[in-house]
């Protein structure tokens, strides 16, 4: 990695933040752009990001930012200004310097959106989709799907409040068609054997002896099944719904797509895909 002392900063905010694979994608598209710059990770308590965020203002050399874990929601007060996704998600990835302002932005949400369209070439509109997860990721990727036009969004959390208040706020925000359901409900096992895209929202699966977050025998053939779970690249869930038929799809787009559509947003031209995607492959191993 070369960078010089005139080098623009990147910064990632999170906590913990040591697990993350943007560093190497990201550090990997500025390299390949020929962009003098430096991403590098920021580990801060929600205490601090305040604080965190009020350094940004004061940094001459700033490129940009991403915020993950668990900061996506707590960010959103810290910006001048929001981009029309991020307020309809309620929650920013992405952090861009906009004259002497800080935009905020969450790529997330078009990220999935394009992987699904150019991985598995699933348009989901007029379709019936179950969201496992009722958290920052389920909330990026039901408000997103709501946006596509999908035909009804059932949204099932363990905590049965937390899906029913997504379900009404996509309701509300968007004019979609959706319900939040528990784990238990008796209602869940025909919406899932009805729908033709099942996504996995929740963090179920990022420890390799997980098991499915739902029951696979709900899992009908032909069915799309994505985990946004990018670590390990197989979880119990897609390997379960491949033996059933299903097609699947993990995270790996998703993390690549919403991570391209931040550099753009930063610097103003396309990254390196192909590096980006080298990067993170080589990062997971
Ligand atoms: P959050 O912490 O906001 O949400 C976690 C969700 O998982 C909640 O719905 C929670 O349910 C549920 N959950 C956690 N543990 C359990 C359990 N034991 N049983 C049932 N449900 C459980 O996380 P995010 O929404 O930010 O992230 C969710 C997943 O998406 C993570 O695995 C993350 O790695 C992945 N992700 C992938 C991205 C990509 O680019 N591919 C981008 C962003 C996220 P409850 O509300 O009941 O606690």
């Known amino acids: 990695m070369r960078f010089t002392a005139a080098a623009k900063l990147f910064v990632?905010?999170?906590?913990?933040?040591?697990?993350?694979?943007?560093?190497?994608?990201?550090?990997?598209?500025?390299?390949?752009?020929?962009?003098?710059?430096?991403?590098?990770p920021w580990?801060?308590?929600?205490?601090?990001?305040?604080?965190?965020?009020?350094?940004?203002?004061?940094?001459?050399?700033?490129?940009?930012?991403?915020?993950?874990?668990?900061?996506?929601?707590?960010?959103?007060?810290?910006?001048?200004?929001?981009?029309?996704?991020?307020?309809?998600?309620?929650?920013?990835?992405?952090?861009?310097?906009?004259?002497?302002?800080?935009?905020?932005?969450?790529?997330?949400?078009?990220?999935?959106?394009?992987?699904?369209?150019e991985e598995a070439d699933f348009l989901?509109?007029?379709?019936?989709?179950?969201?496992?997860?009722?958290?920052?990721?389920?909330?990026a990727v039901s408000v997103t799907l709501a946006e596509a036009g999908v035909k009804e969004i059932v949204i099932v959390n363990r905590a049965i409040e937390?899906?029913?208040?997504?379900?009404?706020?996509?309701?509300r925000d968007i004019g979609a068609s959706a319900i939040g359901l528990g784990l238990d409900d008796p209602r869940m096992p025909a919406m899932v054997r009805d729908c033709a895209l099942v996504v996995n929202a929740t963090?179920?699966?990022?420890?390799?002896?997980?098991?499915p977050p739902i029951d696979?025998?709900?899992?009908?053939?032909?069915?799309?099944?994505?985990?946004?779970?990018y670590r390990p690249r197989e979880t119990a869930l897609l390997r379960e719904a491949k033996k059933r038929g299903c097609r699947v799809l993990g995270g790996l787009g998703m993390l690549l797509y919403q991570g391209a559509l931040a550099f753009e947003l930063?610097?103003?031209?396309?990254?390196?895909e192909e590096a980006m995607r080298q990067a993170l492959v080589a990062a997971i191993a």
């Open 12 to 40: 990632l905010f999170g906590d913990p933040v040591e697990h993350s694979l943007s560093p190497a994608m990201q550090n990997a598209a500025l390299q390949e752009a020929g962009i003098d710059g430096l991403y590098i």
């Open 43 to 117: 580990r801060v308590k929600g205490a601090n990001l305040p604080t965190a965020f009020e350094s940004l203002r004061g940094m001459e050399n700033f490129g940009g930012a991403n915020v993950t874990l668990p900061h996506k929601e707590q960010a959103v007060a810290l910006v001048d200004t929001l981009t029309p996704e991020a307020a309809s998600v309620g929650a920013i990835n992405t952090v861009v310097a906009r004259g002497g302002r800080l935009l905020g932005a969450n790529t997330d949400g078009q990220g999935f959106l394009r992987s699904l369209h």
């Open 124 to 139: 989901p509109r007029g379709k019936p989709a179950v969201i496992l997860g009722a958290g920052g990721a389920a909330r």
């Open 162 to 171: 937390r899906a029913q208040l997504l379900a009404e706020c996509v309701n």
């Open 203 to 211: 963090s179920v699966g990022l420890n390799p002896s997980d098991p």
């Open 216 to 229: 696979p025998t709900l899992l009908q053939p032909g069915v799309l099944v994505y985990d946004l779970i």
């Open 266 to 272: 930063w610097t103003g031209q396309k990254p390196s």
